[in-house]
C-alpha cells in the first residue's frame, strides 16, 4: 500500500517511505524416503511402524536495492509520478546455503482386549537438524541521491540519477558472517484406552 499523503507546491501525492527490488537465483534440491511395515499379530493385535527421512537444500543468491525515499525531500510529484532529493539508495547481497535434514520413526499398535475394552499406543523417535555455513550478507550505502518513481501501479517505475548507478558513490556500511547449527531430538509417548459401555440400549 502506499504510504502517507506529501504536498509539494500545492500537489498532493501518495509516496512510499522505501521500495525494495529483488533478484534471487536460488538452486533447491528435495529428497524425501519413507518405509512403513504393518503386522497383524492376530485377530485382536495389530502392529505399525512408520519411517520417514526428509532431506532440503537450498543455495541462494540474492541482490537487493532499497530505494529509501522517506530520507530525502520530496520535490516534485502528481497522480502518478514523484522526485525526492537527499535521499539514500541501498544495494546488499547475501550468499548462502542452508541444509536440513528430518528422521523420524514411529512404533505402535491398537489392540481389542474383551468385548469392550480398545487400546492404542505409540513411541515415537525424531531428529532434526539445520545448518547455515559460510553465510555472508554485505550492505553498501550510498546518500544525496535523486530518485523517484512513474507509476503507482503494482510494479512502479523507479527512476535514480546516474549517480545512483555508479559504484563510486557507495561505501561499505554492514558485513554479516555467519556460520549456524540447529538441533533439535525429541521421544515420544502415546496411550490411549478406550472402553465400550451398553447401559439400557445406550452405547457410549
Known amino acids: 500500500a502506499w504510504g502517507d499523503q506529501e504536498t509539494v507546491d500545492g500537489a498532493e501525492f501518495y509516496g512510499m517511505d522505501e521500495i525494495e527490488q529483488r533478484d534471487y537465483l536460488v538452486n533447491r534440491e528435495r529428497l524425501g524416503l519413507a518405509l512403513n511395515f504393518d503386522w497383524r499379530l492376530n485377530d485382536n493385535t495389530e502392529l505399525y511402524l512408520r519411517n520417514l527421512y526428509s532431506e532440503f537444500a537450498d543455495d541462494e543468491i ?108 557507495f561505501e561499505i556500511d554492514e558485513v554479516t558472517l555467519e556460520d549456524n547449527l540447529t538441533e533439535d531430538e525429541a521421544i515420544t509417548f502415546q496411550f490411549d484406552a478406550q472402553y465400550e459401555i451398553n447401559s439400557a440400549s445406550y452405547p457410549g
Do not use: M
Request: glycine share 12%; aromatic share 14%.
Open 62 to 169: 540474492r541482490l537487493r536495492n532499497t530505494w529509501k525515499f522517506e530520507d530525502g525531500d520530496a520535490v516534485a510529484g502528481t497522480e502518478t509520478s514523484a522526485t525526492w532529493e537527499g535521499a539514500e539508495f541501498e544495494r546488499d547481497l547475501r550468499d548462502r546455503f542452508e541444509e536440513q535434514t528430518i528422521w523420524s520413526s514411529v512404533l505402535g499398535g491398537r489392540s481389542f482386549v474383551g468385548n469392550r475394552w480398545t487400546l492404542e499406543y505409540k513411541a515415537g523417535y525424531s531428529k532434526s537438524d539445520e545448518s547455515e555455513p559460510n553465510a555472508n550478507n554485505y550492505v553498501f550505502v550510498g546518500e544525496d541521491f535523486t530518485i523517484g518513481y512513474d507509476g503507482i501501479g503494482q510494479v512502479p517505475n523507479l527512476a535514480g540519477s546516474e549517480a545512483v548507478f555508479d559504484p563510486d558513490n
